[in-house]
């Protein structure tokens, strides 16, 4: 099994920026693929950020040039650096693990975290 533990989440001025981290623990080697996900109120969950092999990363449009994710193998956890926030990126945000990136690509992670507020404020 793996146990994803996301924080860093909170209440930001539109503008500002925040990163959250999400801590893997218990079989490492099945999170070959790691993802961030964010549900807004009254909308689907959807794929924002994933890195896969180590270093490929890939982003939706509406973040690009302004999140970045990153991996720490030393660490076991993987971040997600947000700048330039807007009120639209308020939403839950959660940490999730596979072990082939179709799996984040489709929405059916092998692996889910309990999620982690951000609010944006304008």
């Known amino acids: 099994q793996v146990q994803l533990v996301e924080s860093g989440g909170g209440l930001v001025q539109a503008g500002g920026s925040l990163r959250l981290s999400c801590a893997v623990s218990g079989r490492t080697f099945r999170t070959n693929a790691m993802g961030w996900f964010r549900q807004a109120p009254g909308k689907e969950r959807e794929l924002i950020a994933i890195?896969?092999?180590?270093?490929?990363?890939d982003y939706t449009d509406s973040v690009k040039g302004r999140f970045t994710i990153s991996r720490d193998n030393a660490k076991n956890t993987v971040y997600l650096q947000m700048n330039s926030l807007k009120p639209e990126d308020t939403a839950v945000y959660y940490c999730?693990?596979?072990?082939?990136?179709?799996?984040?690509?489709?929405?059916?992670?092998?692996?889910w975290g309990q999620g982690t507020q951000v609010t944006v404020s304008s």
């Open positions: 890195t896969w092999n180590g270093s490929i990363t």
């Open positions: 999730a693990a596979a072990l082939v990136p179709e799996r984040l690509w489709v929405g059916v992670p092998d692996y």
